[in-house]
């Protein structure tokens, strides 16, 4: 019982301090609050969206794991050795989520610049844009 | 630019492709206008229904060659599918007596499991040279055995040794003209079947090259871009590409599929983007004409969902109607899944190939 009371101050406390202070003086803090908080989220693996990125993402979520660009894959048919084994998911996962880039980044390499694979996709999801943003993330 | 023909027809996949190859062996003037590859390329391997024989002679003649089959394939997810015919990689995987063959790397195939479900004789699993540490893509896979078959041949020769007939994963090449299955059988001396396949899948790529093959061997012209329709006073004149050009016919065949390649748009009411044909589903009397997920979605899963039942509906001679029976374009043939009342759990390969090829020949008369 004290330990729910005790929560419900601690919570109470901090929002009167969130609406009592810190949101009227966010003006003054010059981006601070936005930069703590894609740092916090960076560190996740997730990175905000410019605009150009932003208005083409609903394009990237009509991936339906056909598989058809893999097997249009130029560069998944000549080196085995450095193929990924669901190679389809390059575009299934970053379809429906731009988190973990840099695990992927490295072998979207092919996929921003081959139009073999977008060529073939039946719902138009523009592979190379996308592996091209979800490269750019990364660094 | 502005192009002539006899028949145009919108989508290469089974339907589309019968239907050009009708038309043009007819003697008419022939082009294919198409987008990506749609459900065709998805195919697994299992041809339901019958085909029209110079459909199989269009195909035989690329090296497509479909074998009539009178026993369950094995697919991949345990079941034992039944069909009429299958392309000869896949015709040779008898059951009965088959030893499954794995291939290490490669998942979505665990010989001993499948072997179990398919009530084969016995398993086994062999390593290939160069396997990468991340494991076998299936299309990575079937490249490489395409390249060094000699490897291959010499993994899988102590696994065949005992047996007349082996069942491998659908992994078989990338090319349609079924060579390297023929070479691969005459070099270990017994009867190799593939399983069926899943997304991605091999054999449905194997069909869609064998398809545009048999188009090119016909002479038919294949346009890669997705057109639009122009129209007036209930006959579809031409046809408007992203690039400007125009493509005039004195008859169409719409076989553009259902949603896998955007033949049918549902992103809200039902739409058909190439002629604007009307599109609507009647379900437990009620018709729709929006695509209503709540409704039309069966709960059961495996249950046939009306949601797969929306499409164009048409008359005797497959051109399109309105709700009231009226013949909204009278040079406009439809095939195939764009149809109403078609979906894949009731219409297969079979009936998607008769029922282009019919809209071919109409086509033609009109």
Known sequence: ?139 | MRIEFDVAVLGAGIAGSAAALAAAHSGARVAVITGPPGATAMFSGAWRGGCPDALRAALAGTGYVLRAVDAPLPHPCGQRIHCAAAAASHAGARLAEAHVVGIAGLTGFHAGSLARQWRAHSHATVQLEQTPAAGWAPVSLAAFIERASHSVVTALAAAAADFSTIILPAVLGVRHDGALHAELQTALGCTIGEALGTPPSLPGWRLHNALRAALAAAQVQVIEARAGGCSANGRAHELELPNGDVVRARSFVLATGKYAAGGIDANGAFREPAFGCPVWVDHLGETFDVADSLMLTDPARTEDQPLLRAGVHVDARQRPVNRGGDVVYQNVFVAGSIRAGWSAATHGSGAAAQDGWNAGLEAVRA
Not at chain 1, 42 to 58: D, M, Q, V, W
Not at chain 1, 89 to 98: D, K, Q
Request: hydrophobic share 45%.
């Open chain 1, 1 to 139: 019982m004290m330990g729910r009371l005790g929560a419900w101050t601690n919570l109470g406390w901090h929002f009167a301090l969130h609406v009592l202070t810190r949101m009227p003086l966010r003006p003054l803090r010059r981006g601070a609050d936005l930069q703590r908080f894609n740092d916090a989220a960076a560190a996740e693996g997730y990175h905000p969206l410019g605009p150009p990125a932003r208005a083409a993402f609903p394009r990237y979520m009509n991936c339906v794991h056909c598989g058809l660009c893999a097997i249009a894959c130029e560069s998944l048919q000549a080196a085995p050795a450095s193929a990924w084994s669901e190679a389809w998911t390059f575009v299934g996962g970053a379809s429906r989520s731009l988190d973990r880039t840099r695990l992927v980044a490295a072998d979207l390499s092919p996929c921003a610049h081959e139009p073999a694979a977008e060529a073939v996709c039946p719902t138009e999801i523009p592979i190379r844009q996308m592996a091209a943003t979800i490269r750019g993330l990364a660094k």
